[in-house]
């Protein structure tokens, strides 16, 4: 009985001992593949690391440095165990498929492999970047203007990192506008049928002699041939800026710009009234004939400009809705963010203008 007992003791004993060192070696295993120079044992993370040595996650005036791990492995139990079995497709992949195992497949997958970790950070709440960045341990008050405006907004809508902060490691991906896409939209323009009642230009148009009509302003047709269409604006003058016709009183959405002759043909419709800012309009008309090419839908406009936004916009932060800003306010916000991109003055117009007519103050257009 006493030599039962002690083989059971003995038994217990070894169990114990294997499961301490089981748990203390798949520890000890598990954290040191989550080390930089583990992940760097694979060539194919080297142009990875190499973006990230230029990043302020790796030097910066504090001395505090983010690991690979810091960023792409959560401390969660749960989570942390998730990522170690996801990681094991990329030794897969190292090893048996070379997916990435040079700079052109690199690039190749840079987008799919970027949003990837977008979407594993969005759905964690950027959990990895909370263990560092905190809203409520910010000093909010210090931050920069726009900064503060972010972060702001940010905590309003609930938003996480990952929503803004894309590429902060390793260069975002470029994800590029079809060339062919302007194109396209001024072909279909081209199709529009002739008895066509309301058109919408897809670049500036010429208003014969009397001035320039924008993308998305809307032109009644009162007659079409093969001459073109004589074609009906109406919209506001602002005293002091007779060369222009806006939207409506007191919403700065340029629809045309007029010559001097444009000036003088321009009937006038009521007298001026004050807005709230005192400033002074009055509506007024404009008949003029066009030979551009037109839409008689704002939807593929539009398209067009969701795919701009797409592009230029949303991949370097969460997309912003149009209601966002208003109708005055959007254009400065546009052409600021467009200042950090390579997108075209004819683009961002196109851009500028769908925010606009879609402002949250805007409605009917």
Known sequence: MAGRKSKFFLFICLALLLGLFTFCGGSYVLHKTSETSFCL???TMQAAYDEYQGSVHFKNQKGIRAECSDCHVPQAPVDFLLAKMRASK????????????????????????????????????????RSCHQFDAMDIQTQSADAQKMHNLAIKEKQTCIDCHKGVAHFPPEIKMDEKALGALLSEAKQTAQDAKLV???????????????????????????????????????????????????????????????????????????????????PVTLTATITDPVLSDLAPLWNYAENLDNVYCSGCHAKISSKHYTVNAWPAVAKGMGARTDISPQDLDILTKYFQYNAKDINNH
């Open 41 to 43: 044992s694979c060539h």
């Open 90 to 129: 990329d030794v897969y992949h190292q090893f048996v498929t070379g997916k990435i195992d040079t700079p052109e497949k690199y690039e190749e997958h840079r987008l799919a492999m970027a949003q990837t970790v977008w979407h594993q950070l969005k759905q964690n709440d950027s959990a990895t970047c």
């Open 200 to 282: 919408y230009p897809v670049q500036p148009v010429k208003l014969n002699e009397l001035g320039m009509a924008y993308p998305a302003a809307a032109l009644k047709v009162l007659k079409s041939d093969a001459a073109g269409r004589e074609v009906e604006l109406n919209g506001s003058q602002m005293k002091g800026a007779e060369q222009v016709i806006y939207l409506e009183k007191g919403q700065r959405l340029i629809l045309a710009t007029l010559t001097e002759q444009g000036e003088q043909t321009l009937k006038i419709n009521a007298d001026f009234t004050k807005d709230e800012y005192d400033n002074e309009w009055r």
